[in-house]
């Protein structure tokens, strides 16, 4: 059967009855008793706001449910759906977590920082069909296979349209050699470049820890990325790289639509291929993404001690779940290999507790 999540302004169960849930009332009475500009302004927003539906059944039982008006179709997946919320790309989405944060997560006992925790306990029963546990530990990928062969289908490869790009399009290879992952761009010819991110797209994370060789390096811009956007155009992360051409420092990146900000830099000498790369990321209680980040000879020993630390406090932070993968830079007469990648989901422990059906009374409980 056809299967289909939409976000709706109202509840939606199996039989489609439409029920304005008891949790949303709350946030509507919190906000209709403060007299604040922003009270008034949430006040007349909340039409707009609702929360994730499944929907099975026959088509023309979806059709009816798409019909309706105010319904999004947001993916026939959960992951699609869970990255067009947590993306923010819908302004429905974005104040309704915001609402949920400020009126109910104290009451609920929730880490209102925790935003796919928020979400999930809008998700139907449905999604959950009795699990009661979700795959947590570690992804390698060794690139194992026949020269030639293409990454493994647990990748997704997306050339950006803006970041890093001179005169595209550029004509590249993506495929294993001797084992390895390989990006390479044309031999010859005129100069090109475009900025590609390699997410692995198996598992979905807020904190993570992703390690990987690079064995080659091909740009100065090469390096592992974390919280890379997975309801969009994979262009929204954060990323290090420590300069394989030219000067000597390692430089954190937040890349936000393609628009990149530098978010510091460290004097940590440059380190030639073949060189491992950590970065880890994780909340440090507030909300504010907290990266280390770690550089060192592959035939060395890890440090201790990350390479560098940095907490993103800014309005922009990248808060939402999202892929562990590489960020490279592909140009003519360049290749750049990787090898031994692996990305740990580090998100809570490694239940989920059952919840009992929303039906009418709202998302609570």
Not at 105 to 123: C, E, G, V, W, Y
């Amino acid at each position: 059967m056809p299967v289909r999540y939409l976000w709706t302004p109202w509840d939606v169960d199996d039989e489609g009855t439409n029920t304005w849930p008891a949790d949303f009332r709350t946030i509507e009475e919190s906000y209709r008793d403060d007299l604040s500009n922003r009270s008034t302004h949430n006040v007349h927003s909340l039409a707009g706001i609702g929360r994730l539906a499944l929907v099975e059944g026959p088509a023309p039982y979806i059709s009816d449910h798409l019909a309706v008006g105010g319904v999004v179709n947001v993916g026939g997946t959960l992951t699609e759906a869970r990255g067009w919320v947590e993306a923010n790309t819908h302004r429905r989405a974005k104040e309704f977590l915001t609402h949920f944060e400020t009126v109910l997560a104290h009451l609920r006992n929730h880490d209102p920082s925790d935003k796919l925790s928020l979400l999930s306990r809008f998700l139907p029963d449905q999604t959950i069909r009795g699990k009661t546990s979700q795959r947590r530990g570690t992804f390698t990928e060794t690139w194992t296979g026949t020269d030639g062969d293409p990454w493994p289908s647990v990748w997704t490869t997306t050339e950006l349209d803006t970041l890093d790009v001179q005169t595209p399009p550029i004509t590249e290879t993506i495929d294993i050699q001797s084992n390895e992952g390989r990006a390479a761009g044309p031999v010859g010819g005129q100069f090109k470049n475009s900025g590609f991110t390699f997410a692995y797209n198996g598992d979905e994370a807020t904190d993570m820890n992703v390690k990987a060789t690079n064995v080659s390096a091909g740009t100065t811009n090469d390096g592992p990325a974390v919280r890379i956007e997975n309801g969009g155009g994979y262009d929204t992360f954060y990323y290090f790289r420590n300069r394989s051409l030219s000067g000597n420092d390692t430089r954190l990146y937040k890349v936000i639509d393609e628009v990149r900000t530098e978010e510091l830099s460290d004097s940590q000498v440059q380190i030639t291929p073949s060189r491992d790369y950590r970065l880890v990321v994780e909340n440090d209680g507030s909300g504010d993404p907290v990266l280390d980040g770690t550089v060192w000879a592959t035939v060395n020993t890890e440090p201790g001690t990350p390479t560098f630390s940095h907490t993103d406090t800014e309005v922009d932070a990248i808060t939402g779940s999202g892929f562990g993968g590489l960020y490279d830079v592909i140009q003519r007469n360049s290749v750049v290999t990787w090898d031994d990648f692996e990305m740990t989901n580090n998100d809570g422990g490694g239940t989920v507790p059952k919840r009992r059906r929303l039906g009418l009374t709202g998302v609570g409980g």
